[in-house]
């Protein structure tokens, strides 16, 4: 597991106040939304919060690509190393 991967698995712990889970718990490749983890696009706007916040990049929430950038924690750790190497 990269650094990068624990952090936004963290993140997600904690923008949405999962109790009982731990990095650990939170598979790379596992849906976070639906049947995999579970959440809703209440947490989506969370976690996309969260993720603005912490690593300052800008999320277009009207882009196509969004919702498969936020498909699972590799999806994510792709996006915000790329959102990164652009800033």
Do not use: W, Y
């Amino acid at each position: 597991m990269s650094q990068l991967q624990l952090e936004i698995k963290q993140l997600i712990i904690d923008a949405l106040g999962l109790e009982d889970i731990t990095p650990h718990d939170i598979a790379a490749d596992q849906p976070l939304f639906g049947d995999g983890l579970g959440l809703d696009s209440v947490d989506a706007l969370e976690l996309g919060l969260a993720i603005q916040k912490r690593f300052g990049i800008k999320i277009d929430a009207e882009a196509k690509d969004t919702r498969k950038h936020f498909a699972s924690v590799n999806s994510l750790a792709a996006f915000v190393d790329a959102a990164k190497a652009v800033a």
